[in-house]
């Protein structure tokens, strides 16, 4: 379906000359309206002679079909596509006739060239406010009016009108006839919509105060503009196993007692963004992307209009959301909720798919598993009679993540897909679902559309609580909202209201506890409960002695996502970390009362804060990884994995003889030497927490003597290896993380409590420079304060938070190396005030001669993109011994966003000393560009009464008209 139609294109989709209303218009037009041999004057001649033509435009819209229900969706959007550019055009010509615009006879040859009849009209589009669609027909007939008005003044008749007249034409053309026709416009709008409501969605103008939720506003609109016909067998079957899936409960093996609401009574419409894709590439996958897109909460109201206009059919509709956001769920919803009769759903989870499949055969798997029978594509769109099919594949990301193979065009080849079905005659809508995280670099068919699931709000937590406390021990907001990173996204928000179900302890509690103390409780309680499935009479200490092995475990994940420096890990990968840390490489290993189990799949497949991703090969081999809910429950896992072997060793230590020289720190090593800590802020917070209830002195004494031994030789690295790395970055890395963890035992150190000078500390940082990678160099530079004591080689340190956006500006503070240090104590209060890239060329501009004005100038201007500061320093240069005419050639575009009396200032010189800048055409132009703004300025001239005299006098001596 095309984008947009021009009006003689749209007449032929209403009928032509099977339409009597068309005919009848034709008839009128002697044949031209089908033939589209109109240009804009004969219409306008036609609308003021032949009203009849203007009532038969608006009975055109007004009647598209006799038998309207019967269409079906895809000749309904059709037409009603139609019908609006129909009345995009009738609007402004009826504006025309309003005017009474007329025309002699004799001058209609002279534009006939100008056809409006041709040209593409705007269409209305739901991911737009009205304001912005109402613009943009604003603009069209801003174009109009300025053609009917361009055509006035090339007549024969126009040098015959007197000023009055061209006056009057000049008025009516560009601003009352397309004020008048968006007037008409958006009455003709109405109109339309009152008979065919899902126009008031393409257009944004719905009320967005519906009261009914969990999407059901969206089946209400629909089932008012829904076909009479009765759905296919398989559509029928299909929509049944849809509301099937609207009264599962939301979650299953919960604590006896509780009552798990089902997802159609749970569910809360959730918060929205939505952008149309202009670009093939845009940046969707930054969070600080979507910063400046305007939140939504009318989403049955998008949706409405976007399953009914043609966008649907050109291109996927891409929803992107966090773990746990409810993207899944939402698909599931709109499954339920689109009317069968006009809307035949194929929801497919990726997962479940092959990975390595093309699209029909993935729609087909997914049919296969919904239908229990083999289906094809084509007989599906056969057999679906009038109603539109609406692909929704599920879990994109899962595909990816799993996978690992690069998948950047499959929206381009969703959009292919539909092109080449619409051609055939099966025009079909796509949605895709996709972590935000993960469709960086994803290309965009030019017109996508996307949907981002935003947090919930402290009203949409309210509102999902008031359906759990309903049926549950009440669970106040206040309790919940105050920890807003576990309440804004739905699957954690029920994870706290399943914690708090038990013994009410959540809000209890809540006040006393620090966040890593409720995430120790959290995690704690769902490993219970899987520790004690299937097993009866479990003792405390067999009990606490298998709960400690499954969060060990969990934090050997959460281990193998950060020191791999990724969000999501695969199955195999979990399985050789376990068994290179936890010794974990027999299935049988028991441990405890029961046998736990330990493949990778065994382990986290379980647990209600691990979202786990899966593909399947054409083998049916699956592939898996895992991510954690929240990147917060990872974190705190790492900090507490960390921790707890710096207390081991500690344990170790107590007991060891002191007739050793040192303490085997082989296992700490193991974990400390592939990633820097300073890379993650919550993992220092949850140190910096644990170190609060231990024993700091004895702790920190171990970390300062492992750190004195670093250079010692090693007699092991251990076995564990997620990733490549030579020795030395590992040893890099060890060292490093070895004083943050003495940071996070005493808070702020001197360089006695390190055993280290500043010639010792600068070797030692520039070790950790060279071995580590640039982003982990980063978070160092970011997160460690040095302070040397002046006149002496001590120093003090400390962890902070450097927000510094030029980061080499901040190095030397670490370091403490004594040259970059005074060069940055030099040029920092010019970088914090411009820029590094400004303060530089700045500097250069200082010292160069002369002769080297013009490029360091040009250098200056690169740097500068406002041009405040290179427009200052360049006039302050003219009449200054400089090339003043090589100056002005190379910089000719002499306005300038500066005082105007500095850039004056700089002309006046230059006229003043006699240099020849008349040679220069943009100098006139500057000169009499800065008067006309100091005379608009009354102030310059208060402040400058000598300047006032100056310009006078330049001004007469050029010729520059100056009116003063």
């Not at 479940?352 to 083999?374: K, M, V, Y």
């Not at 050789?576 to 290993?589: A, I, P, V």
């Not at 002046?790 to 040259?819: I, K, N």
Request: a negative charge.
């Amino acid at each position: 379906m095309r984008r947009t139609y021009s009006y003689n294109e749209a007449v032929k989709i209403l009928g032509g000359k099977n339409n009597p209303v068309v005919d009848a218009m034709d008839k009128i037009l002697g044949g031209a309206l089908l033939a589209g041999s109109l240009g804009l004057w004969e219409v306008l001649s036609l609308f003021d002679a032949k009203p009849d033509f203007l009532k038969l435009s608006n009975e055109l819209i007004t009647k598209l079909s006799p038998t309207r229900r019967e269409a079906s969706r895809y000749s309904r959007t059709q037409q009603l596509h139609a019908a609006h550019a129909v009345l995009v055009m009738t609007a402004f010509f009826e504006a025309c006739a309003e005017q009474q615009i007329t025309l002699d006879g004799k001058d209609e040859s002279l534009t006939s060239n100008s056809n409006p009849w041709q040209m593409e009209l705007p269409l209305p589009s739901a991911d737009r406010p009205y304001e912005e669609n109402l613009a943009k027909i604003g603009h069209l007939y801003d174009r109009l009016g300025g053609l009917v008005y361009s055509s006035f003044s090339v007549l024969g008749s126009w040098g015959g009108r007197g000023q009055v007249e061209r006056d009057r034409l000049h008025e009516v053309g560009t601003r009352v006839v397309p004020a008048r026709a968006l007037e008409r416009y958006e009455e003709l709008l109405a109109q339309l919509a009152t008979d065919y409501p899902e126009v008031s969605f393409w257009c944004s103008t719905a009320d967005g105060m519906a009261t009914r939720k969990a999407l059901a506003r969206l089946e209400d609109v629909l089932r008012e503009i829904t076909t009479a016909r009765t759905p296919a067998p398989w559509i029928a079957e299909l929509a049944g196993a849809y509301e099937g899936a609207l009264r599962r409960p939301l979650a299953k093996d919960v604590p006896g007692g509780v009552r798990i609401p089902s997802l159609e009574e749970a569910y809360v419409d959730p918060r929205f963004q939505v952008f149309a894709s202009a670009e093939r590439f845009e940046a969707p996958s930054l969070l600080e992307w979507w910063s400046s897109v305007p939140a939504r909460d009318d989403l049955y109201a998008y949706l409405v209009g976007y399953l009914t206009s043609p966008q649907a059919l050109s291109a996927p509709l891409l929803v992107l959301g966090d773990p746990g956001s409810g993207k899944s769920v939402l698909t599931e919803m709109l499954a339920a909720r689109l009317p069968a009769e006009d809307y035949a759903v194929v929801r497919v989870e990726l997962r479940n798919t092959p990975a390595d499949a093309g699209l029909d055969q993935q729609i087909e798997h997914g049919l296969r598993l919904l239908l229990q029978e083999s289906v094809s594509w084509a007989d599906f769109c056969r057999e679906a009679g009038g109603a539109l099919p609406v692909v929704i594949l599920d879990g994109f990301d899962e595909l990816l993540q799993a996978t690992g193979v690069s998948q950047t065009r499959y929206l381009s080849a969703v959009a292919e897909f539909q092109q080449r079905i619409e051609d055939m005659g099966r025009p079909a809508a796509f949605v895709v679902t996709s972590r935000l995280s993960v469709c960086a670099g994803l290309e965009l068919p030019q017109g996508t559309r996307v949907v981002r699931l935003m947090p919930f709000d402290d009203d949409q937590v309210r509102a999902w609580l008031e359906v759990w406390n309903a049926v549950n021990r009440p669970l106040p907001v206040s309790t919940v909202l105050d920890y807003p990173d576990l309440a804004s996204q739905p699957l954690l928000l029920l994870m706290l209201a399943l914690y708090d179900a038990v013994d009410s302890s959540f809000q209890r509690d809540h006040l006393g506890m620090s966040r890593g103390q409720l995430y120790e409780r959290l995690l704690t309680q769902f490993a219970q409960r899987e520790v004690v499935k299937g097993v009866s009479n479990v003792s405390a200490a067999d009990l606490g002695s298998d709960v400690e092995v499954e969060l060990e475990r969990l934090s050997v994940v959460a281990l193998a996502m950060f020191n791999r420096g990724v969000q999501w890990v695969a199955e195999h990968a979990v399985t050789s970390d376990l068994g290179q840390l936890l010794g974990m490489e027999s299935l049988e290993r028991l441990s405890g009362t029961r046998t736990p189990l330990t493949a990778g799949e065994k382990v986290l497949g379980r647990f209600f804060f691990v979202q786990k991703s899966e593909a399947v090969r054409d083998d049916l081999t699956k592939l898996r990884t895992y991510e954690f809910l929240h990147a917060t429950f990872g974190e705190y896992l790492v900090a507490r994995f960390v921790w707890d072997r710096l207390i081991e060793l500690h344990r170790e230590d107590a007991t060891r003889s002191r007739r050793k020289n040192a303490q085997d720190d082989t296992e700490l090593y193991t974990v400390l030497a592939h990633m820097s800590l300073t890379t993650s802020k919550p993992v220092l917070e949850f140190l910096r927490e644990r170190s609060d209830t231990s024993d700091r002195d004895g702790l920190f004494d171990l970390v300062s003597r492992l750190l004195a031994q670093r250079d010692d030789t090693r007699k092991s690295r251990g076995d564990y290896e997620p990733t490549r790395l030579s020795d030395s970055a590992r040893d890099a890395k060890y060292s490093l993380n070895l004083v943050v963890l003495a940071l996070a035992l005493k808070g702020e150190l001197s360089s006695g409590d390190l055993g280290l000078d500043v010639e010792a500390w600068q070797r030692l940082t520039l070790f950790w420079k060279s071995r580590v990678s640039s982003s982990e160099w980063a978070s160092v530079v970011r997160a460690l304060w040095v302070l040397p004591v002046e006149g002496t080689q001590r120093f003090t340190l400390a962890l902070g938070d450097r927000t510094e956006s030029y980061l080499p500006m901040a190095e030397p503070y670490v370091t403490l190396d004594e040259v970059s240090l005074t060069l940055c104590n030099a040029v920092r209060p010019l970088a914090e005030r411009y820029g590094i890239d400004v303060a530089g060329a700045l500097a250069g501009l200082k010292v160069a001669t002369v002769q080297e004005w013009l490029p360091a100038l040009q250098r200056l201007r690169d740097a500068d993109k406002a041009n405040h500061v290179f427009w200052e320093e360049f006039y302050s240069r003219l009449g200054m011994g400089g090339d003043d005419v090589a100056l002005m050639r190379a910089f000719a575009d002499l306005k300038s966003a500066i005082p105007v009396h500095e850039q004056l200032e700089g002309l006046l010189r230059l006229h003043e000393l006699g240099t020849d800048g008349s040679a220069v055409d943009s100098f006139k132009f500057g000169l009499a560009t800065a008067l006309e703004w100091f005379e608009q300025t009354s102030s310059h001239s208060q402040v400058r009464p000598d300047l006032l005299k100056r310009a006078t006098r330049a001004a007469e001596e050029l010729g520059v008209p100056w009116t003063r």
